[in-house]
C-alpha cells in the first residue's frame, strides 16, 4: 500500500539540500497537500553525508521506510548508493554524476568507486534512473552553488513527480531574489530540459 | 516565504516549518516575553529564528554565556510575572541542572519553560542521555510533542500548566521532532504581558533550609493535581484499530512510527499516543492496559514508561504482559525508526517480514567523517601546532579538546582531540594533566566555549601554578551550530550593538604572563609563538583569531569578491604536504595521481599556498 509519496535526498553537507527540500515541502503545502520532511543539521553539515527524508501525504513519520522511496534525488553519485536501502521496485532516480570526493580519500584511508559502476548496480534495481552532470549544468547557469536547482528542474519532468512545474516555480521565486533568482531559474530550466532529453 | 512571517497575527495561516521554529511560534501565540538559550544542537534554530524575530515580536532574547546562567535569567522573568523559556541541547541540562533543581522548589508566577533537545543517535553530542529523567528527577511535568504543530500547541499548553500548578514545564524533543518540518497552522496571538514586577517572598524564592523543607513537601504535594491534569490532557490520546487484539503505548517520535506502521500494515494495535508523560496518566494507562493480553511500549532510549507501566500494573494486579525493551530489536540504544517499530512489531507478531534488501554488489563507499571547512583558520593552527611538535619530536603532547568546529580537529592528519568531556572542560583537563604528567600539553578551546566554562577553569590553572599552552581558537562566533553572537562580539541576542568581551583582557586579568593574540592565516607567527609559549613557564594562551571561513564565505560571494586557488602542474612534485599535513578538503589526488584543487570547494584563503614549499600554488586565473 501507498499511503504516501516518499522522497529522499541525499548528497554532501553544502549542497544546498535543504533549500532544494524546503521548497519541495512549501509546494506541497501550496497544493494544499500534507507534507512532513526529517533535516539534518549540526556537526554532519561541515562535508558530512546529508540527507533529507520527505513524504507528502496523510502520515506522521517523516522517515521513509527500507524500500519505499518512490523518489530518491542525489546530489552526488556515491551518496546516491548509499541510500540503496531505501529503494524497491517502483522507486525513480535522477543523480548528478559529477563526484565530492572525500579528503580520506587523498590520505588513502578510504575509496572512491567507478561511478559507471555504482550508477549500473543502481540500474539492476531501478528501471528509472535519470542521470546527468548537473555541476556542469550549473555553471552554466552561472553558479555552482545552483545544483541543487538544477536537479530540481529535472525532478519536475518525472511523471510520477506529484506536485506541478508552475507551483515549484512560484515557491522558488518567493524563497530567492534577484541575481539569485535568475541564476536558479536558468539552472531549474537547464535541469528540465536535461532530463527531458534523457527521457525523464 | 521568509521566517519573519512567523510573528503575524494571522490565525489559520499555514506555514512549513521546522520544529525548532514552531517552539517560536508557540510562544508568541503563547504571550512569552523572555527567552534565553547557549546554543547546542539540536536546539539552535529556535535561537537563531528568535534572532531573527524577536525584537519586532516583542520578545526580549538573549544567547547567555552557558544554559546555567540562560535558564537563571528565563527564570527571573517568570518570578517577576512574565511568561518565558529556557531552550538548550540535552547535555546543556547538566550545566543549568544545579539551578534548575531549586526553580521546582521556588515554582514559578509567568508560565516557564524548560526545553530539553535531547539527541538519539548522538548526531551532534556526546552522549546520548535521556532527559525525560530530569522531569522525574525533579518531580516537574513532562511534555513530549510529536510534531512541529504539535509543539506550537504544547508550548501554549505548557504557559496554562506551569502557571495553574505554580511549576516548570519541561518540554522533551529529539533530534528527529526538534529538525522535522511540517505543516503549522497559526493560532491567535495572546498579547496581554508586557513589563514584569518582582513581588518579594522570601520564603518561597529563598529556599534556605527552613524554607526547602517545605518547599520540597509542597512540591510532593502538587503531584496529584498534576497527575490529574496528565489524565485529561489532549495530548494524552487513543487510537482504536479495527481489530484492537493488541495495545501498545508510545511517545514522541516513536508514536509516528508506530501509528503509521499499525496503519499500513493494518496491524490488530491499538494505540495509546502519550504526549504529556510525567506524571503518567495513572488510570488512563490502567484503563487502557486491562484490555489487553499483551501491551507494547514503544519508546526511545531509556524504558522510563515502561518501568512505570510495570508498577501500575503490579499495583492494580492486571495480568497483561507488557513487552517493551526486548534486548533485541529494541534497546536504549540509538533512535527508533519505522523499520525498526516494523522489525519490533512483526517479531512479537510472528508475521513474516518479506521486505527484501535491493540486489546490489556490495561496493564500499568513502567515509564522509564531517570535516573543518575549506577555509576553516582552525585547520591552519593545527597545522602550525603539528609542524611546531614534529620539529621537537614531542609526539606524547596531550591535546584536552572542547566542544565545536575544533573538535574535528581529532581527524587525521591533525590528530589534535585526545580526550573531550564536556563544554570548557579541556582547560579542566589540562590543569589535571599537567599535575599528572611531565607530557607537554597543549589544550584547545573555541571562542564561545571560552565564555561558557573555560574562566573558571583558567583561574584555577593560574592559582595551582600549572603548565601548559590553552589556544582559544577565536573564530568570532558560535561556528558550529550555525553562527550565534557570544559575548566577543559586538552583536546580542536581538542583533543590536553590545559591549564586546575581550578574551586576552580576561586572561590578562587573572594574572596570566604569557597572552598572545595570532592570525591563524600567518603561519610563521603563529609557529613562532606557539614555540615561545612552549618554552614559557606555567599558563600560556595564545587566542587565534580569525573569522569563521562561512561567514567569510557568505560576505565575499555577495560582494562578488571570489578568487580560487589552483595548482601549477610544472612547479608541483608531488610530494604531498598540502594533502598529508594540511588535508584541505579543497585539495584532492584526481585518477592521474596529481594533486588538484576542487573549484566549487576551495574558497580562497590561500593558506595552502603558504603551506607549498615549491609555490605551486597560486591564484586560479
Not at chain 2, 273 to 278: E, L, V
Amino acid at each position: 500500500m501507498r499511503d504516501a509519496f516518499n522522497i529522499v535526498i541525499s548528497g554532501v553537507g553544502g549542497q544546498g539540500i535543504l533549500k532544494l527540500s524546503k521548497i519541495i515541502g512549501e509546494s506541497a503545502l501550496f497544493e494544499g497537500k500534507n507534507v512532513v520532511m526529517s533535516e539534518v543539521h549540526g556537526m554532519a553539515q561541515r562535508g558530512g553525508v546529508v540527507i533529507s527524508e520527505m513524504r507528502i501525504g496523510d502520515v506522521n513519520s517523516p522517515l521513509v521506510e527500507e524500500g519505499d522511496a518512490d523518489l530518491i534525488i542525489a546530489l552526488e553519485p556515491s551518496e546516491a548508493f548509499r541510500v540503496i536501502g531505501k529503494t524497491g521496485g517502483k522507486t525513480w532516480f535522477v543523480i548528478n554524476t559529477e563526484k565530492v570526493v572525500p579528503f580520506t580519500v587523498s590520505l588513502g584511508i578510504s575509496s572512491y568507486p567507478d561511478v559507471d559502476k555504482l550508477i549500473e548496480n543502481i540500474k539492476r534495481v531501478s528501471k528509472n534512473v535519470v542521470v546527468f552532470n548537473g555541476v556542469e549544468l550549473s555553471k552554466k547557469a552561472g553558479s555552482l552553488i545552483s545544483l541543487n536547482m538544477v536537479m530540481l528542474g529535472a525532478v519536475s519532468t518525472l511523471p510520477i513527480f506529484p506536485l506541478k512545474e508552475d507551483t515549484l516555480v512560484k515557491v522558488m521565486e518567493e524563497s530567492f531574489k534577484g541575481d539569485a533568482l535568475k541564476v536558479n531559474k536558468l539552472a531549474f530550466n537547464f535541469g528540465k530540459e536535461e532530463a527531458k532529453q534523457r527521457g525523464g | 516565504m521568509g521566517i519573519e512571517e512567523i510573528i503575524l497575527d494571522k490565525p489559520g495561516k499555514k506555514m512549513f516549518l521546522l520544529g525548532n521554529e514552531a517552539v517560536v511560534r508557540g510562544f508568541i501565540e503563547g504571550g512569552g516575553r523572555i527567552a534565553a538559550t547557549y546554543p547546542g544542537t539540536p536546539s539552535s534554530e529556535i535561537g537563531n529564528t528568535l534572532f531573527k524575530v524577536a525584537r519586532e515580536a516583542g520578545i526580549y532574547f538573549e544567547f547567555s554565556t552557558n544554559e546555567k546562567v540562560a535558564l537563571e535569567v528565563a527564570h527571573a522573568a517568570s518570578v517577576s510575572g512574565l511568561r518565558s523559556i529556557v531552550f538548550m541541547k540535552h547535555v546543556g541540562l547538566n550545566v543549568a541542572a544545579d539551578s534548575f533543581m531549586s526553580t521546582a522548589y521556588t515554582g514559578v508566577r509567568g508560565g516557564f519553560i524548560v526545553l530539553s533537545a535531547d539527541d538519539p543517535s548522538m548526531y551532534s553530542s556526546q552522549n546520548e542521555q535521556d532527559n525525560r529523567t530530569y522531569a522525574r528527577f525533579s518531580k516537574i511535568p513532562l511534555l513530549e510533542p510529536r510534531n512541529p504543530d504539535e509543539i506550537r500547541r504544547m508550548v501554549k499548553y505548557a504557559f496554562e500548566i506551569s502557571e495553574k500548578h505554580k511549576i516548570p514545564v519541561m518540554i522533551r524533543t529529539t533530534t528527529r521532532i526538534s529538525h522535522m518540518r511540517g505543516i503549522v497552522e497559526f493560532g491567535p496571538i495572546d498579547k496581554k504581558r508586557d513589563k514584569g514586577y518582582f513581588e518579594k517572598n522570601p520564603g518561597q524564592f529563598v529556599p534556605v533550609p527552613q524554607n526547602a523543607r517545605r518547599l520540597h513537601k509542597e512540591l510532593i504535594e502538587k503531584q496529584k493535581g498534576i497527575r490529574e491534569e496528565s489524565e485529561k490532557s489532549p495530548f494524552n490520546f487513543v487510537l482504536k484499530s479495527e481489530n484492537g487484539k493488541f495495545g501498545a503505548i508510545t511517545s514522541s517520535a516513536a508514536s509516528n512510527y508506530l501509528i503509521d506502521v499499525v496503519r499500513k500494515y493494518n496491524l490488530p494495535i491499538d494505540i495509546l499516543s502519550i504526549g504529556f508523560s510525567h506524571p503518567l496518566p495513572e488510570n488512563l494507562i490502567k484503563d487502557f492496559i486491562k484490555n489487553y493480553d499483551v501491551v507494547f511500549v514503544v519508546e526511545e532510549l531509556e524504558p522510563l514508561m515502561e518501568n512505570d507501566i510495570i508498577l501500575i500494573k503490579e499495583k492494580y494486579g492486571i495480568k497483561t504482559k507488557i513487552i517493551g525493551k526486548d534486548g533485541d530489536i529494541f534497546t536504549p540504544l540509538y533512535e527508533y525508526n519505522p523499520d525498526r517499530v516494523r522489525k519490533f512489531l512483526f517479531k512479537h507478531l510472528n508475521i513474516e517480514d518479506d521486505k527484501k534488501s535491493p540486489q546490489v554488489e556490495d561496493i564500499p563507499l568513502p567515509s564522509r567523517p564531517p570535516v573543518l571547512c575549506p577555509g576553516c583558520p582552525h585547520r591552519a593552527t593545527y597545522f602550525s601546532v603539528n609542524k611546531v611538535l614534529r620539529k621537537y619530536h614531542k609526539k606524547d603532547t596531550i591535546f584536552p579538546s572542547d566542544i565545536g568546529c575544533y573538535t574535528l580537529g581529532i581527524q587525521p592528519p591533525f590528530n589534535t582531540a585526545d580526550m573531550i568531556l564536556s563544554m570548557g572542560a579541556s582547560v579542566g583537563l589540562a590543569n589535571g594533566f599537567s599535575k599528572a604528567t611531565d607530557q607537554p600539553v597543549v589544550a584547545f578551546i573555541g571562542d564561545s566555549t571560552f565564555f561558557h566554562a573555560g574562566i573558571p577553569a583558567l583561574i584555577n590553572a593560574q592559582h595551582n601554578k600549572n603548565h601548559f599552552v590553552l589556544f582559544v581558537l577565536d573564530n568570532q562566533t558560535t561556528a558550529m551550530t550555525g553562527h550565534q553572537p557570544h559575548p566577543g562580539i559586538p552583536v546580542d541576542g536581538l542583533g543590536r550593538k553590545a559591549p564586546k568581551v575581550s578574551i586576552e583582557e580576561i586572561a590578562k586579568g587573572i594574572g596570566i604572563d604569557f597572552v598572545k593574540v595570532v592570525d591563524p592565516y600567518n603561519l610563521k607567527e603563529t609557529q613562532k609563538v606557539f614555540d615561545e609559549a612552549l618554552k614559557h613557564e606555567g599558563v600560556s594562551v595564545i587566542v587565534a583569531r580569525r573569522e569563521c571561513s562561512l561567514l567569510r564565505d557568505a560576505r565575499m560571494r555577495k560582494e562578488g569578491k571570489w578568487i580560487t586557488y589552483e595548482i601549477n602542474q610544472d612547479k608541483c612534485t608531488q610530494c604531498r604536504i598540502c594533502v598529508d599535513q594540511f588535508a584541505c578538503p579543497a585539495i584532492f589526488i584526481d585518477e592521474d595521481g596529481k594533486v588538484k584543487i576542487d573549484e566549487v570547494l576551495c574558497d580562497g584563503c590561500g593558506v595552502c599556498a603558504d603551506v607549498c614549499p615549491f609555490n605551486a600554488i597560486e591564484v586560479r586565473k
